[in-house]
Protein backbone atom coordinates (compact mmCIF):
# COMPACT_ATOMS: atom_id res chain seq x y z
CA UNK A 1 0.00 0.00 0.00
CA UNK A 2 2.68 2.84 0.65
CA UNK A 3 5.22 1.46 -2.29
CA UNK A 4 6.20 4.14 -4.63
CA UNK A 5 7.63 2.03 -7.36
CA UNK A 6 4.32 0.41 -7.99
CA UNK A 7 1.71 2.56 -6.39
CA UNK A 8 -1.57 0.29 -5.31
CA UNK A 9 -4.14 1.39 -7.65
CA UNK A 10 -6.45 2.07 -5.31
CA UNK A 11 -5.84 5.63 -4.54
CA UNK A 12 -8.64 6.43 -1.56
CA UNK A 13 -7.01 3.01 -0.26
CA UNK A 14 -3.87 4.51 0.13
CA UNK A 15 -5.09 7.60 1.66
CA UNK A 16 -6.48 6.08 4.16
CA UNK A 17 -3.57 3.30 5.02
CA UNK A 18 -0.84 6.56 4.76
CA UNK A 19 -3.63 8.73 6.96
CA UNK A 20 -3.87 6.13 9.42
CA UNK A 21 -7.60 6.03 8.69
CA UNK A 22 -7.92 2.35 8.13
CA UNK A 23 -9.15 -0.45 11.08
CA UNK A 24 -8.10 -3.93 11.14
CA UNK A 25 -9.91 -6.99 12.38
CA UNK A 26 -7.83 -10.33 12.69
CA UNK A 27 -9.82 -13.65 12.66
CA UNK A 28 -7.94 -17.29 12.25
CA UNK A 29 -11.07 -18.33 10.24
CA UNK A 30 -14.30 -15.56 9.69
CA UNK A 31 -16.06 -15.71 12.99
CA UNK A 32 -19.32 -13.78 11.48
CA UNK A 33 -21.18 -13.17 15.08
CA UNK A 34 -17.85 -11.44 16.46
CA UNK A 35 -17.38 -9.84 12.27
CA UNK A 36 -20.64 -8.47 12.89
CA UNK A 37 -19.97 -6.93 16.07
CA UNK A 38 -16.65 -5.61 14.95
CA UNK A 39 -18.79 -3.99 11.86
CA UNK A 40 -20.90 -2.30 14.00
CA UNK A 41 -18.85 -0.78 16.17
CA UNK A 42 -16.76 0.31 13.21
CA UNK A 43 -19.64 2.00 11.74
CA UNK A 44 -21.06 4.06 14.67
CA UNK A 45 -17.75 5.54 14.91
CA UNK A 46 -16.54 5.70 11.20
CA UNK A 47 -16.76 9.69 10.29
CA UNK A 48 -13.97 9.85 13.38
CA UNK A 49 -11.60 7.91 11.74
CA UNK A 50 -11.39 10.05 8.63
CA UNK A 51 -12.65 10.70 4.87
CA UNK A 52 -11.14 7.90 3.86
CA UNK A 53 -11.61 5.16 6.03
CA UNK A 54 -12.41 1.06 5.95
CA UNK A 55 -12.18 -1.57 8.20
CA UNK A 56 -10.57 -4.35 6.72
CA UNK A 57 -11.03 -8.20 7.74
CA UNK A 58 -7.61 -10.49 7.57
CA UNK A 59 -7.75 -14.22 8.15
CA UNK A 60 -5.11 -16.44 9.20
CA UNK A 61 -3.05 -17.95 5.57
CA UNK A 62 -3.83 -21.46 5.30
CA UNK A 63 -3.97 -24.20 1.84
CA UNK A 64 -4.74 -21.94 -1.25
CA UNK A 65 -8.31 -22.73 -2.41
CA UNK A 66 -9.95 -22.31 -6.35
CA UNK A 67 -11.23 -18.69 -6.82
CA UNK A 68 -14.60 -19.95 -7.18
CA UNK A 69 -14.96 -21.40 -3.58
CA UNK A 70 -13.75 -18.00 -2.54
CA UNK A 71 -16.59 -16.52 -4.30
CA UNK A 72 -18.76 -18.48 -2.91
CA UNK A 73 -17.44 -18.15 0.89
CA UNK A 74 -17.89 -14.51 -0.07
CA UNK A 75 -21.08 -14.55 -0.46
CA UNK A 76 -21.69 -16.75 2.00
CA UNK A 77 -20.37 -14.18 4.64
CA UNK A 78 -22.33 -11.60 2.82
CA UNK A 79 -25.56 -12.95 3.66
CA UNK A 80 -24.89 -14.06 7.01
CA UNK A 81 -23.94 -10.86 8.10
CA UNK A 82 -27.34 -9.04 7.11
CA UNK A 83 -28.74 -12.14 9.30
CA UNK A 84 -26.73 -10.91 12.07
CA UNK A 85 -27.51 -7.48 11.74
CA UNK A 86 -30.16 -5.93 14.27
CA UNK A 87 -31.51 -3.12 12.16
CA UNK A 88 -33.42 -2.76 9.06
CA UNK A 89 -32.19 -2.62 5.77
CA UNK A 90 -32.24 1.01 4.80
CA UNK A 91 -35.15 2.38 2.76
CA UNK A 92 -33.36 3.81 0.06
CA UNK A 93 -31.66 0.83 -0.57
CA UNK A 94 -32.99 -1.70 -3.35
CA UNK A 95 -33.10 -5.24 -1.99
CA UNK A 96 -32.35 -6.92 -5.44
CA UNK A 97 -28.54 -7.34 -6.24
CA UNK A 98 -29.49 -6.64 -10.29
CA UNK A 99 -30.44 -3.02 -9.32
CA UNK A 100 -27.85 -0.51 -10.26
CA UNK A 101 -28.60 1.04 -6.94
CA UNK A 102 -28.18 -1.94 -4.58
CA UNK A 103 -25.23 -2.35 -2.56
CA UNK A 104 -24.79 -4.21 0.75
CA UNK A 105 -25.69 -2.83 3.76
CA UNK A 106 -24.74 -3.18 6.96
CA UNK A 107 -26.22 -1.00 10.55
CA UNK A 108 -28.65 1.00 8.71
CA UNK A 109 -24.82 1.93 6.70
CA UNK A 110 -24.16 1.54 3.01
CA UNK A 111 -21.42 -0.07 2.49
CA UNK A 112 -18.83 -1.05 -0.59
CA UNK A 113 -17.08 -4.65 -0.14
CA UNK A 114 -13.99 -5.87 -1.80
CA UNK A 115 -13.21 -9.39 -1.40
CA UNK A 116 -8.50 -10.13 -2.12
CA UNK A 117 -7.84 -13.73 -2.17
CA UNK A 118 -4.27 -15.97 -2.75
CA UNK A 119 -5.94 -17.03 -5.61
CA UNK A 120 -5.55 -14.14 -8.20
CA UNK A 121 -3.29 -14.20 -9.59
CA UNK A 122 -3.26 -12.51 -12.83
CA UNK A 123 -5.77 -9.15 -11.12
CA UNK A 124 -2.89 -8.90 -8.81
CA UNK A 125 -5.28 -5.36 -7.47
CA UNK A 126 -7.50 -8.32 -5.59
CA UNK A 127 -4.44 -10.20 -5.00
CA UNK A 128 -3.37 -11.12 -1.12
CA UNK A 129 -1.97 -13.72 1.13
CA UNK A 130 -5.21 -14.92 2.71
CA UNK A 131 -8.92 -14.36 2.27
CA UNK A 132 -9.45 -10.65 3.27
CA UNK A 133 -12.56 -8.48 2.76
CA UNK A 134 -12.62 -4.72 3.45
CA UNK A 135 -16.23 -2.55 3.97
CA UNK A 136 -15.68 0.77 2.81
CA UNK A 137 -19.32 3.12 3.91
CA UNK A 138 -20.89 4.20 1.27
CA UNK A 139 -20.01 7.93 2.44
CA UNK A 140 -16.50 7.86 1.66
CA UNK A 141 -16.91 7.36 -1.94
CA UNK A 142 -19.82 10.25 -2.01
CA UNK A 143 -17.39 12.19 -0.59
CA UNK A 144 -14.72 11.56 -3.26
CA UNK A 145 -16.75 10.98 -6.43
CA UNK A 146 -19.68 14.09 -5.66
CA UNK A 147 -19.47 15.79 -8.50
CA UNK A 148 -18.76 14.59 -12.27
CA UNK A 149 -15.53 16.15 -12.76
CA UNK A 150 -14.23 14.79 -9.64
CA UNK A 151 -15.54 11.08 -10.67
CA UNK A 152 -14.16 11.13 -14.27
CA UNK A 153 -10.80 12.26 -12.67
CA UNK A 154 -10.96 10.12 -10.04
CA UNK A 155 -12.13 7.10 -12.66
CA UNK A 156 -9.30 7.89 -14.57
CA UNK A 157 -6.54 7.79 -11.94
CA UNK A 158 -7.59 4.36 -10.72
CA UNK A 159 -7.58 3.02 -14.29
CA UNK A 160 -4.03 4.31 -14.94
CA UNK A 161 -2.81 2.82 -12.33
CA UNK A 162 -4.43 -0.78 -12.45
CA UNK A 163 -3.34 -1.64 -16.38
CA UNK A 164 0.41 -1.81 -15.63
CA UNK A 165 -0.76 -3.26 -11.88
CA UNK A 166 -2.78 -5.93 -13.23
CA UNK A 167 -1.89 -9.10 -15.74
CA UNK A 168 -5.24 -8.67 -17.20
CA UNK A 169 -7.11 -5.93 -19.05
CA UNK A 170 -9.20 -3.73 -16.50
CA UNK A 171 -12.36 -4.83 -15.57
CA UNK A 172 -15.44 -4.06 -17.52
CA UNK A 173 -17.80 -4.51 -14.27
CA UNK A 174 -16.28 -1.78 -12.56
CA UNK A 175 -17.55 2.05 -12.58
CA UNK A 176 -19.75 4.70 -11.03
CA UNK A 177 -22.29 3.89 -8.41
CA UNK A 178 -25.89 4.44 -9.86
CA UNK A 179 -24.63 4.65 -13.84
CA UNK A 180 -26.91 2.53 -16.32
CA UNK A 181 -25.27 -1.17 -16.91
CA UNK A 182 -22.87 -0.71 -13.55
CA UNK A 183 -23.68 -3.06 -10.51
CA UNK A 184 -22.06 -3.04 -7.31
CA UNK A 185 -22.02 -6.99 -6.58
CA UNK A 186 -19.83 -7.33 -9.65
CA UNK A 187 -17.35 -5.33 -8.37
CA UNK A 188 -17.40 -6.69 -5.22
CA UNK A 189 -15.02 -10.04 -6.11
CA UNK A 190 -14.03 -9.76 -9.55
CA UNK A 191 -12.42 -13.07 -10.84
CA UNK A 192 -8.80 -13.11 -12.76
CA UNK A 193 -10.90 -12.87 -16.10
CA UNK A 194 -13.16 -10.14 -17.53
CA UNK A 195 -16.16 -12.49 -17.84
CA UNK A 196 -19.52 -10.09 -16.01
CA UNK A 197 -20.97 -12.45 -13.14
CA UNK A 198 -24.65 -13.73 -12.71
CA UNK A 199 -26.53 -12.31 -9.51
CA UNK A 200 -25.57 -15.10 -6.94
CA UNK A 201 -28.86 -14.43 -5.11
CA UNK A 202 -31.70 -12.42 -6.47
CA UNK A 203 -32.01 -10.96 -3.44
CA UNK A 204 -30.44 -11.26 0.15
CA UNK A 205 -33.73 -11.81 1.89
CA UNK A 206 -37.01 -14.44 1.01
CA UNK A 207 -39.03 -11.97 -1.21
CA UNK A 208 -42.04 -11.99 0.67
CA UNK A 209 -39.64 -10.74 4.21
CA UNK A 210 -37.11 -8.45 2.09
CA UNK A 211 -37.49 -4.97 4.43
CA UNK A 212 -37.13 -7.35 7.53
CA UNK A 213 -33.66 -8.08 8.76
CA UNK A 214 -34.54 -11.94 10.03
CA UNK A 215 -35.63 -13.36 6.56
CA UNK A 216 -34.16 -16.24 5.05
CA UNK A 217 -31.66 -16.33 2.55
CA UNK A 218 -33.39 -16.86 -1.54
CA UNK A 219 -31.21 -19.61 -3.10
CA UNK A 220 -28.95 -18.72 -5.87
Request: positive net charge.
Amino acid sequence: MGSVERPFPCIFGVRGYKGDQLRYVFHDSVDVRSLAVSLGAFLSQARSFGPNTSLVLFTKPDAILPLDVYRKKFWSLLRELVRQDNRPWPDHIPVELCDPLWEFSFAGEPVFVICNTPAHLLRQSRRSSCFMVTFQPRWVFDKILGTDKAAEQAFSTVRKRLAPYDLVPVSPSLGKYGAPGVYEYQQYFLGDDNERTACPFRTLFETNRANHHHGEWATP
